[in-house]
């Protein structure tokens, strides 16, 4: 009876191990979710990783596919390479995929790391001749304003938002450092700060109101500048400062003289 229960007790643990041992091999073979930023500063190198992003371009040869993939984090966009039979003709330019493969140090001097995929699945096609946008044309901002919601995915208008926000990032970084508290000073305002007297006035709009209507019983204006809130506020911080919006109703289409600050 003692040899039979050791001998079930053995069989068990064995099972047991085999579990484990396939649960470990399993999740050793999922790809880790990387982004193209940390891609390319060589997180996972040598690791299996998956990259979800939209395709800049897309290269054919009669071995290889090579593809240029990025999801926004990086202005540097992440080199693919998938054998010929993973071609799809789905594979466009715009077009969003999910790929996952091995990272590996690219042969370039030009590209740090590249992706060597054995999968490729498009999320979302893009037909490209209907795409607003074309891979070789260089579009003025003018045409690019026109799709706010595939604009950010150039590089002159990424670029711009890009450096704001490291401006911004900056800018407060120093504030704080050096003990300001920040103020956030009314957008809607019913003084003129500068006496300038060039404001947008906010009425309201709708079927019940008729006539010259003042939404907050007096005149409203969008603000010129948050300085007379941030002169109150001084007589109880010592350093105040605000960083918002500003408005100027000038009658100016220059790039020096913008209607919104």
Request: aromatic share 10%; hydrophobic share 40%; charged share 20%.
């Amino acid at each position: 009876m003692f040899q039979a229960v050791a001998k079930k007790t053995r069989s068990v643990s064995s099972v047991y191990r085999g579990i484990l041992f396939g649960l470990r091999h399993f999740c050793n073979n999922v790809p880790v979710k990387l982004r193209v930023s940390e891609a390319l500063s060589g997180t996972g190198l040598g690791a299996n990783v998956k990259i979800q992003g939209w395709v800049r371009s897309v290269r054919l040869q009669k071995k290889n596919v090579f593809l240029h993939v990025n999801d926004g984090s990086s202005l540097q966009s992440l080199q693919v390479v998938a054998g010929a039979e993973l071609n799809d003709p789905l594979l466009t330019f715009g077009s969003a995929i999910e790929v996952s493969g091995i990272l590996k140090k690219s042969p370039h001097q030009k590209q740090p790391v590249e992706l060597e995929v054995d999968q490729i699945h498009v999320v979302g096609k893009c037909n490209p001749v209907a795409f607003p946008f074309k891979i070789k044309e260089r579009h003025s901002l003018e045409y690019i304003r026109q799709f706010p919601h595939l604009r950010c995915r150039t590089n002159a208008f990424s670029s711009l938002l890009r450096v704001r926000s490291e401006a911004t990032t900056a800018i407060h970084s120093y504030f704080k450092n050096n003990g300001f508290v920040q103020i956030h000073t009314p957008i809607i305002t019913s003084n003129d700060c500068e006496g300038a007297g060039e404001l947008f006035r906010v009425e309201p709009s709708g079927p019940e109101f008729v006539g010259d209507v003042n939404f907050f019983s007096l005149p409203a204006f969008l603000t010129v500048s948050g300085q007379l809130h941030l002169e109150v506020m001084s007589g109880a911080f010592s350093r105040v400062y605000t960083f918002g919006p500003t408005f100027r109703a000038e009658n100016s289409q220059t790039r020096r003289h913008l209607a919104e600050n």
